[in-house]
């Protein structure tokens, strides 16, 4: 499998070549709709031998929906696919070779069920020819939207509830403009908090039915509208506002409670979330005499356990929302020993020494000169928290040419089974002269 939805074959001339449709080991029809080259795509349209690794996947949209493309793969092989991925990227980008990379690299770790785990769903919005609104998951295509009754992803808990906001957002709009460009659905088991959070473009609003309609639907403990500026895709927030109950959703992690609003990042498998925590936690072992720094801190997933065990945490986070969260997590679990600095990693990064280091950054993974500013630590230990084996390959090559921190364990860990994406937590420890 690529590191993607395709799996990858070869042309008698042995050039890559990506095949939609097929999963690894299987023969197929497949027909080239993407010639580039030195590469080219592929369609499957015909099975003309199913790998052994071949499942019946447990959703009847997996083929459409884009939520779950490795969902026709056995979840051993997923595991192993995972595992290899993160091994290959280490090699090749990280320039680690295949050996280290091998030694590395440890088992995928799964935290649970391979279905079910998913506290958040995002349902997307098509309008038809005469203006119709449906809502419904991402499909795999640009701009699809596929109509399902319930998604195999999200918590079995409040699986009816993608139907019953699908339905009342439908009826709602077939009289109201809505200006509705996607819907968000927290849910949680744990705390039985259900949030459902209305992405529009700012302007007139029926606040009132728009709460009544959710409220009768499905009992939901908190409603809230996120008005967004610019390109739908950049996520500019011009302003939330709270339709009805709490205004933001509630989750624990472990030993923590947690409040996250809409707009903030929050991972989206909350066991998973709890396996980072305690990975980071074992590598790193804050003591109570230690200093700890936690970059790109969110509303303070690691913060808050660090927090509990080291004497101080500086905590950095770029964005607003996600500065409050923390902050009032930090208040709420009555926690004052945390300086929590909003801005950029690089721009603010903490003027202090740190004994143990958390760095968790998206998908981009870290400035160049947060790498430097990280190598002149005397820290012992950093715990890098990444969601893209590419861009973590890149940061550990800048960190082996400084040379103050090598990577010495990288744990692969399964946040998001029946798709490709896979997290990893690595620990960088002091090189010895
Ligand atoms: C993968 S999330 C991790 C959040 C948190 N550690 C957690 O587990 O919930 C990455 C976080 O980095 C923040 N971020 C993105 N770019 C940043 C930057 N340049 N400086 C600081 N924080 C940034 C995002 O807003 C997001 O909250």
Redesign the pocket.
């Known amino acids: 499998m690529t590191y993607g939805p395709d799996a990858l074959a070869h042309d008698t001339d042995g050039r890559a070549v990506f095949v939609s449709g097929a999963v690894v080991g299987d023969r197929v029809r497949a027909v080239i709709d993407r010639d580039e080259g030195r590469w080219a795509h592929a369609a499957a349209l015909e099975l003309t031998e199913a790998s052994p690794e071949r499942v019946v996947p447990r959703c009847p949209h997996a083929g459409a929906c884009g939520g779950c493309p490795w969902a026709a793969l056995s979840y051993e092989a997923q595991a192993r696919a995972k595992r290899d991925g993160v091994v290959d990227a280490l090699a090749r980008i990280g320039r680690l070779g295949t050996e280290r990379a091998e030694a590395l690299v440890s088992p995928l770790v799964s935290p649970g069920d391979p279905w079910g785990y998913r506290n958040k769903v995002e349902l997307a919005v098509a309008r038809d020819a005469r203006g119709r609104v449906t809502l419904g998951m991402h499909g795999r295509g640009e701009g699809d939207v596929v109509q399902v009754k319930s998604c195999a992803l999200l918590d079995k808990a409040h699986s009816g509830a993608v139907k019953s906001v699908s339905g009342a957002l439908g009826y709602l709009a077939g009289s109201h403009d809505l200006q509705l460009e996607r819907v968000g659905i927290r849910a949680s088991r744990r705390t039985r908090d259900l949030e459902v959070a209305l992405w529009t473009r700012p302007g007139a609003f029926p606040r009132a039915q728009v709460a009544k309609v959710l409220g009768d639907a499905l009992r939901p403990t908190s409603v809230v509208r996120v008005m967004q500026k610019g390109p739908a895709k950049a996520r500019r927030i011009a302003g939330v506002e709270c339709l009805s109950g709490a205004g933001s959703w509630g989750e624990v992690v472990g030993a923590e409670s947690m409040r996250v609003s809409a707009p903030s ?3 989206v498998n909350t066991r998973g ?1 709890e396996k980072l925590v305690e990975l980071v936690m074992e590598a790193l072992d804050p003591q109570a005499d230690e200093e700890a720094m936690d ?5 303070g ?2 913060t808050l356990p660090l927090a509990r065990r080291a004497g101080f945490v500086s905590a ?4 607003g929302p ?1 500065v409050r969260d923390l902050r009032r997590n930090l208040e709420r679990a009555g926690l004052g020993n945390v300086d929590a600095v909003g801005g ?3 721009r603010e990064f903490p003027d202090t020494d740190a004994d143990v280091i958390v760095v ?3 998908r981009a993974g870290l400035a160049a000169d947060v790498v430097s500013r990280l190598s002149e630590q005397p820290a012992r230990a950093i715990a890098y928290v990444s ?1 893209d084996p590419a861009t973590l390959a890149r940061d550990l090559a800048r960190f082996e040419e400084i040379g103050a921190f090598r990577p010495t364990r990288v744990t692969p860990v399964d946040l998001f089974p029946q798709t490709y994406h896979v997290e990893t937590v690595t620990l960088l420890e002091r090189a010895r002269a």
């Open positions: 990042f929050f991972q979330a970059l790109y801190c969110g509303a997933t690691f950095v986070e770029s964005y996600a950029d990693a690089g968790d950054p998206p969601c």
